[in-house]
């Protein structure tokens, strides 16, 4: 019944096993995915008075995900394709990670989310509560955490 | 290979919810998985345990489970599907991911809570902490 994974990656050590996992998991069920990397917008410390400035910065910062969110879904998509699992590319930029990760499931008609779990060190777990958990808690789809 | 699927069962929606998940997913596959349902009762304080004796707490902790489970139970038998279910008494999230390693469990099932209620607040970190102590994939249902 799962037909279309969802999965958010941002390109640490962890998303590529997200990306392994997942392609996995789809050839089992015969599933499509969608790989989803959200960029987090430029905070507003960086607001500057002077316009220009602030401009450059903005656009320095909006090409420079683009650039990373591109090579990364490519990474991911090149991984799909060998496998032979259809794969759809979709990003965002926004404050709230969780949220967007959330609402972009459920727009793009994804059946579950797959996100990786970190380590139980102190700093994975530092680092699992701050998204992984917060889209466990908003998604009303079944989110599946691998290791 | 036949796999096996636990499902922890706490009684509630989300737990409940859970069951039904599983249910059609097994029923979609060609080898049907063996579904273990368990239901984890914390131990009684030692406070209780000094006055009273072993039989009775050992009642009390299989009823309440019991009580937990026998939705869930009449669900996988109206599927037809195999299953198992089980009491243990412990810690919650240890107690679930050892005995998921013990009977070579695939899949850990759990019901996710939403925010903003006390019961999701002590689900939502037995969530956590079963994810942290498992190798194995934990879906999480709403």
Redesign the interface.
């Known amino acids: 019944m799962y037909k279309h994974l969802f999965v958010p990656v941002d390109g640490s050590e962890l998303s590529h096993r997200a990306m392994d996992g997942s392609i996995e998991l789809a050839l089992q069920l015969g599933a499509r995915i969608t790989g989803f990397v959200v960029e987090p917008d430029l905070p507003l410390s960086t607001l500057s008075r002077d316009g220009g400035e602030f401009m450059d910065r903005v656009k320095n910062h909006e090409s420079k995900n683009e650039t990373h969110a591109g090579a990364l879904l490519g990474q991911f998509e090149q991984r799909a394709m060998t496998a032979g699992v259809a794969f759809t590319a979709h990003k965002a930029t926004a404050y709230r990670v969780a949220q967007t990760i959330v609402e972009a499931a459920e727009q793009s008609d994804c059946d579950m989310i797959v996100m990786v779990s970190h380590s139980r060190s102190r700093v994975g777990k530092f680092v699992f509560g701050s998204h992984t958990k917060d889209v466990i808690i908003d998604s009303k789809l079944p989110v599946l955490v691998l290791r | 290979m036949n796999t096996a699927w636990l499902i922890a069962v706490d009684g509630s929606t989300p737990s409940l919810n859970a069951v039904d998940?599983a249910i059609?997913?097994a029923g979609?596959r060609a080898a049907k998985p063996l579904i273990l349902l368990i239901n984890v009762q914390a131990a009684l304080s030692g406070d209780i345990t000094r006055f009273v004796d072993a039989g009775t707490v050992e009642e009390f902790h299989r009823e309440a489970g019991e009580a937990a489970l026998v939705v869930a139970k009449e669900k996988l038998a109206a599927a037809g599907l195999p299953h198992s279910a089980h009491v243990l008494v412990g810690e919650v999230a240890p107690t679930i991911v050892e005995f998921a390693k013990d009977k070579g469990c695939s899949l850990i099932i759990m019901g996710?809570h939403?925010?903003g209620s006390v019961i999701g607040l002590v689900m939502?970190s037995i969530?956590?902490k079963v994810?942290?102590?498992?190798?194995?994939?934990?879906?999480?249902?709403?």
């Not at chain 2, 994810?131 to 709403?142: A, E, F, G, N």
């Open positions: 998940y059609v997913e979609s996710a939403g925010f939502g969530t956590t994810i942290h102590l498992t190798d194995l994939p934990v879906l999480l249902i709403k």
